[in-house]
Structures are given as C-alpha cells and as structure tokens.
C-alpha cells in the first residue's frame, strides 16, 4: 500500500472556480505534513504546511484529519497561475532523521 | 544566496557507465536529501543524510551511493548505470521550524541511461 495516495485528475476548471483536492496517508504515526506545488518541469515548491487546527493562506486552506488520515487543499477563486501539479506530502520521524514521503500529484488546469 | 543548486541538469549515459550527481546548498541547512522522480510513482527518497557525517538509505537506494562531503555538499554516485535509473533526480535540503522541516528543492538533473 502506497504511503500517500491522491487523486491524480487531471482537473480543469474554470477561472474564478473552487477546487478542492484530496489525499490520504497510510501510517498513523507521521507527524507533519505539507502541500507543495510542483510547475511543468520544475522543482516542487512549498505551498504550505498543513495544521490539525487547518490553515488558510489567501486562497489556499489546508485541512488535516488525523482520525481518518486524511489531508484537503481547497483553491478559491481559481488564477491561470494556479495550473500546476499539487503533491501531498507526509513526514515521518526515525531516529535517523526525517523522511518523507511524496503522493504522485494532482494535476490542475485553470481554463481561461 | 542560491539556495541549492545541481550538477548537471541534462546527462545521457550508456549502461554500465558510471556518473556523480553533485548538490550544494547555501542556507546552512543540516538535512539533506537525493529523490528520483518517474511517471506515475512521485517523488520516492533514494538516501538522505540528517547532519554531516551522517547518510542513510531511503526508500529506493539500490544502485547508488552518496557522499556528504561537508554541510554544503551531497553527491549521488551510479557505479554502473542501468536503464532502470532514468529519471529526474532533484536534491532538497530541509529547514528545521520546531519539529516541522521544510525542504527546498534543487532544480534537479534529467537522466537518460541507454
């Protein structure tokens, strides 16, 4: 069983649209956990980091349910800019420092 | 500041051709860490090295070795290629916040083994 499973879509909406993407993790044990946006052949990029209590940033909410292992990201008011793939991200601590693991991505497209 | 940076960006090989990936980082980072990434299968973490001094396998370490040469510096080595191994290798270096870690990716090395 995979690690972090998400929904690979793709997504295409249109501008001024809300988006939401899910993604679940298999260990109860990780600790933390993240968003990160990755651009057509790029690096990927912190997007931000998800909060039991859920966190906002502009647009952008993220929401963690530890109960169910589940992470969302919720996009409102779509931009062109925003078309990217979305990886979940989970962390888990060893005593050998961090590892972390990646989902396969959620694409998004943003249709003018 | 360049944050992390890698060597080279594009590298076609022949199997059983051997090849050193080189990372470095500017922001005083202690973690370290090598990926691949492939279609469909995401990121998945080949070594990692939580301080100097230190590296330990991740998730797909066979057919690699890594070095971290001092704080700044993580090379990923392919004693012998094999077509299995092309990817896009991206480099990331993890800032410690509290017990959250943030890692900032290179711009990575696309990999192809013929």
């Known amino acids: 069983r995979k690690e972090v499973e998400q929904d690979p879509g793709p997504f295409n909406v249109p501008e001024g649209a809300t988006v939401a993407f899910n993604c679940t993790y298999s260990?109860?044990?990780?600790?933390?956990f993240f968003w990160y946006r990755q651009d057509c052949r790029k690096e990927p990029k912190l997007l931000m980091s998800v909060y039991s209590s859920g966190n906002e940033d502009g647009r952008f909410t993220a929401q963690l349910n530890r109960a169910s292992q589940y992470i969302s990201l919720l996009i409102r008011d779509s931009k062109l800019s925003d078309s990217a793939t979305y990886l979940c991200?989970?962390?888990?601590?060893?005593?050998?420092?961090?590892?972390?693991?990646f989902g396969t991505g959620t694409s998004l497209t943003v249709i003018p | 500041n360049a944050g992390v940076t890698q060597t080279p960006k594009f590298q076609v090989l022949k199997t059983g051709q051997s090849m050193t990936l080189q990372c470095a980082q500017d922001?005083?980072?202690?973690?370290m860490y090598w990926y691949r990434q492939d279609p469909g299968m995401g990121l998945r973490l080949i070594y990692y090295s939580a301080s100097e001094g230190t590296t330990d396998k991740g998730e797909v370490p066979n057919g690699y070795n890594v070095s971290r040469l001092n704080k700044r510096e993580f090379s990923l080595r392919l004693e012998s290629a094999a077509p299995s191994q092309t990817s896009v290798y991206f480099c990331?270096?993890?800032?410690?916040?509290?017990?959250?870690?943030?890692?900032?990716f290179g711009p990575g090395t696309r990999l192809l083994v013929l």
């Open positions: 990331a270096s993890g800032k410690d916040r509290g017990l959250i870690e943030t890692q900032y």
């Open positions: 922001m005083n980072h202690n973690s």
């Open positions: 260990n109860s044990a990780s600790q933390s």
């Open positions: 991200v989970v962390n888990q601590y060893a005593d050998t420092g961090n590892q972390f693991y």
